[in-house]
């Protein structure tokens, strides 16, 4: 299995600010990105998946450099209710083409302050 | 709706008991899953099922036994569990088993092993 690396933060921003997170993956035959969003104790959440030509869902952006292999996630005008652990996620880590799970990287830590 | 349920939402157990968690998706999906995560760490994939038949088992201790009975529910079967098996159990589920498929995630069940 390959790894998916994240900076655990965590990372304190005040309200209204722009925040950044990255992402980097080893298995270059990965398929699939995505973040996840998960607040304490409760499940996993689809955020956004990733595309090569990059994304945006209103004040979040995503960003895939298969070249680099690296997915960013951009947040603007940050809401207290952002707080909460973003995990960067990759499919097609686990084989090549077959059926396929989940690999979760260990998540970044997101605390807006008021 | 992508809703994912699982039952119980808790469960404590000792060591010589069995019991069964159990996933229900009425999304038509063809793959599901059983995700392990532990304290301040992310899932971890178990099994995968991809058209009710067993697609990957990550290495799974024996006293893991996953069970698709037909395309919307999953079960595992728990016997002989150790304390260090208490964690959070989340099923998923996703369109398919490959490529860009999203998962989603059922609330967990929160299993406390004495």
């Not at chain 1, 070249?67 to 809401?79: E, F, G, N, T």
């Not at chain 1, 707080?83 to 097609?92: D, F, K």
């Not at chain 2, 990550?58 to 069970?67: A, C, L, M």
């Amino acid at each position: 299995r390959k790894e998916v690396e994240q900076d655990p933060g965590p990372f304190n921003v005040p309200e209204g600010a722009t925040v950044a997170f990255n992402c980097t993956y080893s298995n270059s035959a990965s398929q699939s990105f995505f973040w996840y969003r998960q607040d304490c104790r409760k499940e996993p959440k689809l955020l956004m998946s990733v595309y090569s030509s990059g994304n945006e869902d209103g004040r979040f952006t995503a960003q895939l450099n298969r070249a680099s292999q690296y997915i960013s996630l951009l947040i603007r005008d940050s809401k207290l209710s952002d707080s909460a652990t973003y995990l960067c996620v990759v499919n097609g880590a686990y084989s090549g083409g077959g059926a396929d799970g989940l690999t979760f990287g260990k998540g970044t830590h997101l605390i807006i302050q008021p | 709706d992508t809703e994912v349920t699982q039952t119980p939402k808790h469960l404590v157990m000792g060591m010589t008991n069995k019991k069964s968690l159990k996933c229900e998706q009425h999304m038509g999906h063809r793959a599901m899953y059983w995700y392990k995560q532990k304290a301040k760490k992310p899932p971890e994939l178990m099994f995968v099922y991809s058209y009710e038949k067993l697609s990957i088992n990550e290495s799974v201790p024996s006293r893991f036994s996953p069970e698709c009975p037909n395309s919307s529910l999953l079960n595992l079967h728990l016997h002989a569990l150790q304390p260090e098996d208490s964690a959070l159990y989340l099923c998923a589920s996703s369109r398919v088993a490959t490529g860009a498929a999203e998962a989603f995630f059922g609330q967990g069940t929160r299993l406390t092993v004495v």
